[in-house]
């Protein structure tokens, strides 16, 4: 069974997606999701010059053979891109693999360790009465974890609080580039880290105080703290008891949350731009956080990730896989049968692709009750649409950037 064409299709149904798609000598198919949200033709061109090439002719069998030559023979190690590029072909791999053996692909990953997968969502307003309506809406879909983010007063615009996404009627295009924007050019937010941790605070006693004490809620720092203001948050929220509090701190700097963890029993989550096992070794080692943020998209597929978890398993780091929008259906396919296998889940966010891309990709994952199954079809059990995804040529888009009072550029 070896690789017989290699195609990277670029769409743009409600968003910017890159998917790698394999096909073998006896005409099984294998997909991979490479989407590196706002750089997207960056890991297009890697894989087109340098990856699909080598692909042609190898046997598709060899996954981790295929992984470690592409990876070792590269030589530059690691980085979104190449680690982007190296998880499509992995998870194409897989996919292809479970085809072959007639099985859902968590089947060759251990077979499954739970019966589903609790999902939270994102829940936003800019007062605090959007932010509840957010919430009930969150809870009538079915949503058991929801995540607060809200406005701070002072702050035109802020991470977080979907444009749309409390707007009856806009359903469709709800998350339409979210966070990104269309445009050639990043969209500037603003920033005050002390008007922040004020407010914060109060706005978790007001969610508690109308949802009550049992619905897990988590919160996302967006790296904009220094590690003594992350720990005033983490302590300041412990009444409320959250699931976690995410990247408090700028993720690249792994001693930081050590001093953070020092002060405060709030959980901690953390990896979502980080794109292998070294960015976590200090972190798991010293058990300085609960969560693993990867995707399986950004972090070298399934066969990495994978590592990576059975690594933290052993210091009860949990999987906490991120999923946004820019997460496509193939990447989050992949997350669901990963999430079902290991041992150490912990809770995988969720949020939903609109119309358009949910016709370009069909899937065959359920979603009852607040919880997530990947489905039984042979492989991954998404199907790309060709034709469909012509319709929808790729659009420029970023995700926006901060700045402070004075101008001075801030983390975003
Ligand atoms: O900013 O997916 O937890 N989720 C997040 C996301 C990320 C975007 C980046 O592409 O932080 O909203
Ligand atoms: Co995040």
């Known amino acids: 069974m070896r690789i017989d064409r290699a195609e990277v299709i670029v769409t743009s149904p409600d968003r910017n997606f890159v998917t790698l798609k394999l096909t073998t000598d006896d005409g099984l198919i294998g997909l991979g999701d490479a989407t590196l949200n706002g750089r997207e033709l960056a890991v297009v061109a890697y894989l087109h010059e340098h990856v699909v090439p080598l692909l042609i002719g190898i046997d598709a069998h060899k996954i981790e053979d295929t992984w470690q030559f592409l990876y070792r023979s590269a030589y530059w190690r690691r980085g979104p891109v190449t680690m982007a590029a190296i998880a499509a072909v992995d998870v194409a791999l897989w996919d292809i693999k479970a085809k072959a053996a007639g099985m859902p692909l968590y ?39 929801i995540r607060i983010q809200t406005g701070v007063p002072g702050l035109k615009s802020i991470y977080g609080i979907a444009s749309n996404a409390t707007l009856e009627g806009n359903e469709g295009k709800r998350y339409d580039h979210e966070p990104a924007q269309r445009g050639a050019f990043p969209a500037e937010e603003d920033w005050d880290t002390r008007s922040y941790l004020r407010h914060v605070p109060t706005v978790f006693e007001a969610v508690r105080n ?203």
């Open 107 to 145: 089947q060759l990953l251990g077979g499954a360790s739970r019966t589903g997968l609790l999902a939270y969502g994102h829940a936003s307003g800019k007062s605090t009465s959007e932010l509840f309506d957010s919430v009930r809406k969150h809870q009538a879909e079915g949503y058991k974890a």
């Open 210 to 412: 109308e949802f009550g004490p049992e619905i897990p809620l988590l919160h996302d720092g967006h790296h904009r703290m220094t590690p003594i203001q992350a720990a005033k948050l983490g302590k300041s929220l412990e009444p409320y008891d959250l699931f976690w509090l995410e990247d408090c701190t700028p993720a690249e700097n792994q001693e930081a949350l050590r001093l953070v963890r020092q002060h405060t029993t709030t959980p901690l989550a953390i990896g979502e731009v980080f794109n292998t096992v070294w960015d976590y070794q200090q972190l798991i080692r010293e058990q300085l956080f609960d969560y693993v943020r990867s995707a399986v998209t950004h972090t070298g597929g399934i066969s990495a990730l994978k590592k990576i978890l059975e690594y933290a398993a052993q210091y009860q780091v949990k999987s906490g896989m991120h999923g946004p929008t820019d997460i496509s259906p193939v990447g989050m396919a992949a997350a669901m049968h990963l999430g079902l296998a290991i041992h150490n889940f912990g809770i995988q966010e969720y949020m939903q692709h609109g119309e358009k891309t949910n016709a370009v990709f069909s899937q065959s994952f359920t979603w009852n009750d607040g919880m997530l199954h990947p489905g039984n079809k042979p492989g991954l059990g998404v199907e790309l649409d060709v034709d469909e995804a012509g319709r929808y040529p790729y659009e420029t888009a970023y995700l926006p950037y901060n700045r402070l009072a004075d101008g001075t550029v801030h983390d975003w």
